[in-house]
C-alpha cells in the first residue's frame, strides 16, 4: 500500500503511513465519516466506498469537476508537449487542524459541509494563481505551481495561494463552524524542486514522478508547522525572497531526515513587486543572444521620440529572459 503524501510503501492493514504518519482513514463524500483506508462501506452511513454513483460521487473526485475551464483548456491543449517532461515546480501541501476533534464534535453531517467548504475556499485560491490540485488526502491535499502550466514565479505563486486560503478562512469562520469556540486552521508546508511530468489524462489526472525530496520535504514541512502558519523550505525560501516576508527559524528536525534542515515562517507579502527589482540588485551574467531584439525595441523608441507612438508586447515562454530584456532595453 502506497501513501499517498509521501510515496512509501506501507504493508496492509497499517491505520498510519509509517514514513510520514499521515492517517490512511478515508472520508465518506456523502456523510462526512473517517473510515479505515482497507474498508468497503463507510461506517457512518453504509454508502460503498469502493464504487460511487454518479449521485453520490463527491464533486471533488474528478479533476474535470473543480477544474476551472480556462485552466483545463490550457492543460488539455499543451499535454503532448508536456507529458515526460522534466520541471522546475513549487509543491504544497495543506491540511485542516485538528479534523478528527472536529468530526467528533460538529457530527458527520456538518463535518462533511465543512470539508466541502474547506475545499471550495481553497480551490479558488490556489486556481487564481493556476496551481492545479495534484491529490486530495482526507482532510487535505496536495498543490503544485508551475506544472503543467509553466510559470516562472511558481515558488511566489504558491505562497501567494497559501496566505489566500488563510485569508478566507479567517473571513468565512462563521460559516464553516457556527460555534465561536471552534477555530478553522490550516498547517501549509511548501517546496520547490524538479518533477517529471507523466501521463495527462483526458479527464484531467495526471502522473508526476518526484525527483529527489520534492513532494516528501513539502509534506514535512506541514506536518511540522504550527496551526495557522506557512512554512518554506530553503529552495522555496531563496525563490521569494524580497516578495514575501518571511523569518528563519534555524534548523529544524524532520522525521525521515538524517539531518536538520533550515526552514522559514511566512509573515506576509513583501515590498517587491517586479521581477526587473530582483534583476538590478546584484551582478550579473553577460547579456547575449538577444541583439536583434534590442535593435528593435531602440529603434521603436525612436520612432516615439519622433511623436509616432508605439506599442509592443513581449511575448515568449516563462524562464526565457523577458525580464532581462527590458531590464538591458
Known amino acids: 500500500m502506497q501513501c499517498p503524501r509521501c510515496q512509501a510503501e506501507n504493508r496492509e492493514g497499517r491505520r498510519f503511513c509509517g514514513e510520514c504518519g499521515l492517517s490512511f482513514a478515508s472520508t465518506c463524500p456523502s456523510c462526512g465519516f473517517l473510515n479505515e483506508g482497507s474498508e468497503k462501506f463507510c461506517g457512518g452511513c ?32 499543451s499535454k503532448s508537449a508536456l507529458e515526460g517532461e522534466r520541471k522546475q515546480v513549487t509543491v504544497l501541501f495543506c491540511d485542516l487542524v485538528g479534523s478528527t476533534s472536529l468530526a467528533e464534535r460538529l457530527g458527520p453531517e456538518v463535518m462533511h459541509s465543512l470539508l466541502d467548504a474547506f475545499f471550495r475556499l481553497a480551490l479558488d485560491e490556489v486556481h487564481r494563481y493556476e496551481g492545479t490540485i495534484n491529490q486530495f488526502l482526507g482532510d487535505g491535499f496536495m498543490a503544485l505551481f508551475g506544472a503543467p502550466i509553466a510559470h516562472e514565479n511558481h515558488a511566489r505563486a504558491a ?40 501521463r495527462i489524462g483526458d479527464d484531467l489526472r495526471m502522473d508526476y514522478t518526484a525527483i529527489g525530496d520534492t513532494t516528501n520535504l513539502a509534506a514535512r514541512l506541514q506536518q511540522f508547522a504550527e496551526p495557522g502558519t506557512i512554512l518554506l523550505s530553503e529552495p522555496a525560501s531563496r525563490l521569494v525572497r524580497g516578495h514575501v516576508r518571511q523569518e528563519p527559524l534555524g534548523l529544524i528536525s524532520l522525521k525521515g531526515k538524517n539531518e536538520p534542515i533550515p526552514a522559514y515562517r511566512v509573515l506576509g507579502v513583501g515590498p517587491r513587486r517586479s521581477p526587473l527589482e530582483m534583476l538590478g540588485e546584484g551582478p550579473l551574467s553577460p547579456f547575449v543572444g538577444r541583439e536583434r531584439e534590442l535593435s528593435i525595441l531602440h529603434g521603436l523608441l525612436d520612432n516615439a521620440a519622433r511623436g509616432e507612438g508605439q506599442i509592443v508586447a513581449i511575448i515568449a515562454e516563462p524562464g526565457v529572459g523577458k525580464s532581462r530584456l527590458l531590464l538591458e532595453f
Open 159 to 198: 505562497v501567494l495561494a497559501a496566505l489566500g486560503v488563510q485569508r478566507a478562512l479567517a473571513a468565512h469562520q462563521a460559516e464553516l463552524v457556527s460555534d465561536p469556540a471552534l477555530e478553522v486552521a490550516t498547517r501549509i508546508g511548501i517546496n520547490s524542486g524538479a518533477v517529471v511530468v507523466g
Open 46 to 77: 453504509g454508502r460503498s466506498l469502493t464504487s460511487a454513483t454518479p449521485s453520490t460521487e463527491s464533486k471533488f473526485n474528478s479533476p474535470q469537476a473543480y477544474t476551472p475551464r480556462h485552466l483545463a483548456e490550457k492543460i488539455l491543449t
